[in-house]
């Protein structure tokens, strides 16, 4: 099993970037693809970006797309989600989560972080 803690949350303004991280413990980190989701109060939980095990692809939502960057690192055992021109409807808790094979849906995903609060004012 690997245990998944999310950090870099925290309030901006519109406009402003945020870098949100995710540790990785316990089993082998670079054989799960990795994606990052959010859900904000009273929605449903929304895809928002995922690589691979390696970090040759990568796939965005659309809403994030030209905005945000999701990366890794192996040899850290950390994940990164880079967001730029932040807005307020990315106002969300942003989860972090690991999976055996790229994927897009969350049932996909066998392992979750706790959740960063990411808020945006206007």
């Known amino acids: 099993q690997v245990h998944l803690v999310e950090s870099g949350g925290g309030l901006v303004q519109a406009g402003d970037s945020l870098t949100l991280s995710c540790a990785a413990s316990?089993?082998?980190?670079?054989?799960?693809?990795m994606g990052w989701f959010r859900q904000a109060s009273g929605k449903e939980r929304e895809f928002v970006a995922a690589?691979?095990?390696?970090?040759?692809?990568?796939d965005y939502a659309d809403f994030v797309k030209g905005r945000f960057t999701i990366s890794r690192d192996n040899a850290k055992n950390t994940v990164y989600l880079q967001m730029n021109s932040l807005k307020p409807e990315d106002t969300a808790v942003y989860y972090c989560?690991?999976?055996?094979?790229?994927?897009?849906?969350?049932?996909?995903?066998?392992?979750w972080g706790q959740g960063t609060q990411v808020t945006v004012s206007s």
């Open positions: 989560a690991a999976a055996e094979k790229f994927g897009w849906n969350s049932w996909e995903y066998d392992y």
């Open positions: 316990g089993r082998t980190f670079s054989r799960y693809a």
């Open positions: 690589i691979s095990y390696s970090g040759s692809s990568t």
